[in-house]
Structure formats: C-alpha cells, structure tokens
C-alpha cells in the first residue's frame, strides 16, 4: 500500500528518459508510517529573509499548533519582576556580607601591641607610644614574645613619670607623638555591633563626671554590670546602704538597662568578689569589656579581678604577668588589650578610657594631674568654721553672704542669697587649698594669688597659658526642710560641694535676718569647657545616715529596679 501511495505521488510529474525505475527494488526503501510534515517555502520568502522578520510575522509564519509557544506580554512583565527582586537579593547578601566585616572589634594579631597600654609596637619614633628598641623588639620577634613587651613609655609611667599620650584636651598640646580623644574614641565605636558583656566603671568621688550618660552609643543594646569605684575613699561612718541606694537611683534617672551594681575598691578588694561571680554569670561565652572614662581607674581594677578570679582559674592566675599598667595620667591605655583571663572561653579586654572634655583633667596641664586624684580618705571641709563655743565668729551675722569661695584656682563660688546658718562643705583632693575672702576683693585676689596660692595652675609659666574661669552659672537651689542639705554642687572631674541651708552646729548671734526665704543664691565658675552638676545631696558620714530618706516603690519598679551589691 506504502509503494502505491508513492507511486501515484510520483505519476504526475514528467521525469527524464533516463531515470529507469525498472529495476527499482522496494525493498531496499526505508519506509516510516509515521506522516511527515513538509513545508514548503515560496518564491517571495527568499526576498523576505533579506530583512529581520517582525515579531508578528515570527508568530504568523508558522501553522496553528506547532512551533513553541511564544511568551505573552504577562510573562515577560512577570519574567522582568522575578529577576529585579533576585538582584535585589544579591545587592542585600553583598551589603550584609560587607556590615559584618566591618563590625569587628577584636586586637589585630597582624601588629603587636604593648601588654601595658595596647598601643602598636614601633622602633621609629622614640617619643612615640609603643616605641622600643630595635636590637630587643629582633629578639623578642625571633623567639614570638612580641606579647610579653612593654612599650618605653609605660616603664617610665610605672616609675611615676607623668608622660601625657592624648592630644586636643584643653591642656595638653598636640603633636607628632600625640593621639587624639576622638581616635581613641572611634577604637569603640564598633563595640556596639559586637555580642559583648560591658563592665561599666563609675569613679563614685566624681560620680556624675565619670558616668558616660551616652554610654548607649559605644555599647548598644549589650547588658551592663555598673561597677563604682574608690568607695574607701569615702569619709568614715558612712553607710553603703544609702550609698547604694542613691546610686541605683541615680542610675534609673538616666534609664539605663543595667543588670546589677556593685560598690567596689580595687585597692581594699571590696565588692571584686561579687564583681567576678556576676561576670561569670552573664558572661555565657561572650568576651567582657571593661569600659569607663579617662582615669577612672579602668587598669587597677583589672589588677584586682585578676587576683581575685586567679583563686580558682589558672588562666587568671596566668594573665596577671602581664597585666595593663597603673597610671594618674589620663589616657594611660590607647588601645584595647586583650587578656586571657577564662578558662572556658571568651576573652577580658581592658578598651581605652573615654576622654571627655568637660572634666577638670582636659584643662589643667600634665604636672598638675596628680593634684586632683585624691590618695587618702575624704574628709569634708565646712564653712562657715564653727568655733569652740558654737559661734561663727568669723564670719559677719549674716553667714557667708557677700563672701567668694576659691577651691584651689579651678573654682569660685560667690554667695549671694543663703540664711545665716547656711553651710557649704567641700569633699574632694586634700591638696587644693580653700580660701574665703570678701566678693568685692575677689578678682583681686585671684589676679595676684593665681599660682601661688591659688593652685593650679603651678608656676608662673603655667599662668601665663591659662584662660581663666571662664564659665559662669548662677543656681538657684530650692529647699523645703532646711534642716537636712538641700544639694549637691559636683564639678566635673574634681568633687563636689553639699549645701546645707541651716547646720545645727552654727549659732549666729544677733540673728535679725528674716527667715522667709526657700532659695540659695550661688554664682560657681569654673575653666571653660567644665561641666557643673546640680543633683540631690550624697549621704556620706555618719550625718548621711540620719538624714537620708528611702523612697517608698511600687512593685512593678521594685521589679525593674536595679540590685545594688556590696
């Protein structure tokens, strides 16, 4: 049937002579039954294939039904959608990929540090920090001890030498040698992006100077143990009940998420214990950040931990060889030393203090530094000074009104409205002399005892630099029960002065004064950039006890409310 069906296709067509199908053998023919499909081109297509083709004829150029189909105009719309938003993911991945490289705050085990201050070792500069010298940083490479080596600057702080290292702060002038406050800064801005413990330190005799109230934009939202420090500098009597009461609610004032807060004193080992169980606690193999400002006293505590942890882990007990350096100098330790104080993971790192401008350290020069860290046990200076028999003989019946107070040459307090028994009491280094003299006598004074007993500035080269009292603030301090103290005075990074309105101690004789009145009157001055704080009077002493008052709290904030340890 195949070979009639070709045949009567093929009967119609002339063909030539001599083509003979005589001999044609059938058998030799592969026949398929599947049909197959001929197309055939006509004359005007070969014109036509000269030009592109429009995508209409495209789709019109072959029969209905064969071919593969086209995409519609959804499609394509649905095709262009899919590969923006797989862009979109990959623009996203590349993003995330480079965030996380630069949210790194670990020491650069490339560059070796200086186990006492971290800044990177360097034989170039010798006045730099991290310089030593060639011939012992060859050896010590050779054999890797890079880690064991302490800068030349640190020998000679650890003798006592007051060598500044931190430019751009009032008093210290800049240099080669110098790093600046803002590029120890910037060493942590990326703790915020780690998964980290902060071990907050607050130097509690310059409690509102040392707190660092933006703390929140160096450590984010990691927790935070709030540790206070040199609570044995405080006068004797004082009870550690107020105290702890009162800075706990200091601390919520400024709405802080802190875990705990613990009364501490590197030098006696008070409260370290309960310091090294917290962080032991909280840790849960995130590495731990000691942090605080400028000389608050970030390496001495350290020391202490360390001896406190060596008592049951061997990795403390091993990083006390090489622990951070001691210095009065602000800005001792320029760059984050990783210690290996944990057994079981994690790392301790003392970071950089943070240098804040609005202390008294950033204004007076380096050789007056150890001026203003206090040694010994506070004790409170009052005036008026009562005699004997009770009387305030010294003063004119109306108190100190019309008197100015001068704290060493970095303050002066002039009294313009207080009640005759008004008393001011100063807490803060033993070394700055206090001198009282009439407020119209005042600038002469100062003029002609600036550096010699208005101290510091010390020397008369040292005068010739500085700027003055330059900020004046005038506070009015309102008080309801003039029995107990109204306030605090604090000035940044020196103490503070508490305002009693009416002492028991004082009797004025001839008192004709009109007791009306429920405000002081002070006018406080003080270097430039320093900061003054107004705040709720500190219970120290024995008298702290008796007159301060507990709030009473609801159970939701008895619930929030920080713990404080002692």
Same mark, same amino acid.
């Given at each position: 049937?195949?070979?009639?069906?070709?045949?009567?296709?093929?009967?119609?067509?002339?063909?030539?002579?001599?083509?003979?199908?005589?001999?044609?053998?059938?058998?030799?023919?592969?026949?398929?039954?599947?049909?197959?499909?001929?197309?055939?081109?006509?004359?005007?297509?070969?014109?036509?294939?000269?030009?592109?083709?429009?995508?209409?004829?495209?789709?019109?150029?072959?029969?209905?039904?064969?071919?593969?189909?086209?995409?519609?105009?959804?499609?394509?719309?649905?095709?262009?959608?899919?590969?923006?938003?797989?862009?979109?993911?990959?623009?996203?991945?590349?993003?995330?990929?480079?965030?996380?490289?630069?949210?790194?705050?670990?020491?650069?085990?490339?560059?070796?540090?200086?186990?006492?201050?971290?800044?990177?070792?360097?034989?170039?500069?010798?006045?730099?920090?991290?310089?030593?010298?060639?011939?012992?940083?060859?050896?010590?490479?050779?054999?890797?001890?890079?880690?064991?080596?302490?800068?030349?600057?640190?020998?000679?702080?650890?003798?006592?030498?007051?060598?500044?290292?931190?430019?751009?702060?009032?008093?210290?002038?800049?240099?080669?040698?110098?790093?600046?406050?803002?590029?120890?800064?910037?060493?942590?801005?990326?703790?915020?992006?780690?998964?980290?413990?902060?071990?907050?330190?607050?130097?509690?005799?310059?409690?509102?100077?040392?707190?660092?109230?933006?703390?929140?934009?160096?450590?984010?939202?990691?927790?935070?143990?709030?540790?206070?420090?040199?609570?044995?500098?405080?006068?004797?009597?004082?009870?550690?009940?107020?105290?702890?009461?009162?800075?706990?609610?200091?601390?919520?004032?400024?709405?802080?998420?802190?875990?705990?807060?613990?009364?501490?004193?590197?030098?006696?080992?008070?409260?370290?214990?309960?310091?090294?169980?917290?962080?032991?606690?909280?840790?849960?193999?995130?590495?731990?950040?000691?942090?605080?400002?400028?000389?608050?006293?970030?390496?001495?505590?350290?020391?202490?931990?360390?001896?406190?942890?060596?008592?049951?882990?061997?990795?403390?007990?091993?990083?006390?060889?090489?622990? *951070?350096?001691?210095?009065?100098?602000?800005?001792?330790?320029?760059?984050?030393?990783?210690?290996?104080?944990?057994?079981?993971?994690?790392?301790?790192?003392?970071?950089?203090?943070?240098?804040?401008?609005?202390?008294?350290?950033?204004?007076?020069?380096?050789?007056?530094?150890?001026?203003?860290?206090?040694?010994?046990?506070?004790?409170?200076?009052?005036?008026?000074?009562?005699?004997?028999?009770?009387?305030?003989?010294?003063?004119?019946?109306?108190?100190?009104?019309?008197?100015?107070?001068?704290?060493?040459?970095?303050?002066?307090?002039?009294?313009?409205?207080?009640? *005759?028994?008004?008393?001011?009491?100063?807490?803060?280094?033993?070394?700055?002399?206090?001198?009282?003299?009439?407020?119209?006598?005042?600038?002469?004074?100062?003029?002609?005892?600036?550096?010699?007993?208005?101290?510091? *500035?010390?020397?008369?080269?040292?005068?010739?630099?500085?700027?003055?009292?330059?900020?004046?603030?005038?506070?009015?301090?309102?008080?309801?029960?003039?029995?107990?103290?109204?306030?605090?005075?604090?000035?940044?990074?020196?103490?503070?002065?508490?305002?009693?309105?009416?002492?028991?101690?004082?009797?004025?004789?001839?008192?004709?004064?009109?007791?009306?009145?429920?405000?002081?009157?002070?006018?406080?001055?003080?270097?430039?950039?320093?900061?003054?704080?107004?705040?709720?009077?500190? *219970?120290?002493?024995?008298?702290?006890?008796?007159?301060?008052?507990?709030?009473?709290?609801?159970?939701?904030?008895?619930?929030?409310?920080?713990?404080?340890?002692?």
């Amino acid at each position: 049937m195949a070979l009639k069906t070709i045949s009567t296709f093929l009967s119609p067509l002339s063909l030539p002579n001599h083509h003979n199908f005589s001999n044609f053998n059938t058998k030799s023919l592969n026949i398929y039954r599947i049909p197959t499909l001929v197309s055939c081109k006509s004359t005007q297509s070969q014109t036509q294939s000269q030009f592109p083709l429009s995508e209409t004829q495209l789709l019109s150029s072959e029969p209905d039904g064969t071919g593969a189909a086209a995409p519609t105009r959804g499609d394509r719309f649905l095709e262009r959608q899919q590969a923006d938003e797989a862009a979109k993911l990959v623009i996203k991945e590349i993003r995330k990929s480079k965030k996380k490289k630069k949210k790194v705050l670990k020491v650069n085990t490339l560059v070796a540090s200086c186990y006492g201050c971290g800044a990177p070792l360097q034989t170039s500069e010798l006045d730099a920090p991290g310089y030593v010298d060639t011939d012992a940083y060859e050896l010590k490479k050779k054999h890797h001890q890079l880690r064991t080596v302490l800068c030349g600057r640190c020998r000679l702080l650890s003798h006592g030498q007051m060598i500044t290292a931190v430019g751009g702060n009032g008093g210290y002038p800049g240099g080669k040698q110098f790093v600046s406050a803002d590029e120890l800064r910037e060493k942590l801005s990326n703790l915020r992006h780690e998964k980290a413990l902060i071990v907050k330190l607050v130097d509690i005799t310059d409690f509102n100077g040392s707190f660092l109230s933006r703390v929140r934009d160096l450590t984010g939202a990691n927790p935070i143990i709030l540790v206070v420090t040199k609570v044995d500098l405080l006068p004797k009597g004082t009870d550690f009940n107020c105290v702890g009461d009162w800075v706990v609610e200091a601390t919520t004032k400024k709405k802080l998420n802190v875990l705990s807060v613990h009364l501490t004193s590197s030098k006696s080992l008070v409260g370290i214990a309960g310091v090294a169980s917290e962080i032991q606690k909280e840790k849960k193999g995130r590495d731990v950040y000691i942090l605080g400002s400028a000389n608050v006293g970030k390496s001495a505590f350290i020391s202490a931990l360390l001896k406190m942890m060596a008592q049951r882990d061997p990795a403390a007990a091993a990083a006390q060889k090489y622990k *951070p350096i001691q210095s009065a100098v602000p800005g001792t330790t320029l760059g984050p030393i990783q210690i290996d104080a944990f057994l079981g993971g994690g790392k301790l790192f003392d970071t950089p203090g943070v240098h804040l401008h609005h202390r008294q350290a950033a204004v007076v020069h380096s050789e007056d530094l150890p001026v203003l860290a206090p040694q010994s046990r506070l004790r409170g200076q009052s005036f008026p000074v009562a005699s004997k028999n009770g009387m305030a003989g010294k003063f004119n019946p109306i108190g100190l009104k019309g008197f100015s107070i001068f704290w060493g040459g970095l303050v002066r307090i002039d009294v313009l409205q207080v009640l *005759p028994e008004t008393c001011l009491t100063f807490y803060g280094p033993k070394r700055l002399q206090i001198h009282v003299v009439p407020t119209d006598k005042a600038d002469e004074f100062y003029k002609k005892e600036l550096g010699v007993k208005l101290t510091p *500035p010390t020397g008369k080269d040292k005068v010739d630099e500085w700027r003055g009292l330059e900020t004046m603030q005038q506070l009015k301090i309102k008080f309801e029960d003039p029995e107990r103290p109204a306030s605090d005075v604090a000035i940044s990074g020196l103490g503070w002065i508490a305002v009693e309105p009416k002492r028991k101690s004082l009797r004025i004789s001839d008192n004709n004064f009109a007791e009306t009145i429920k405000e002081l009157h002070l006018t406080v001055r003080v270097p430039g950039p320093v900061e003054i704080f107004v705040r709720p009077p500190f *219970p120290v002493g024995k008298a702290g006890a008796e007159w301060y008052q507990y709030r009473e709290l609801t159970a939701k904030e008895e619930e929030v409310r920080s713990k404080w340890y002692f």
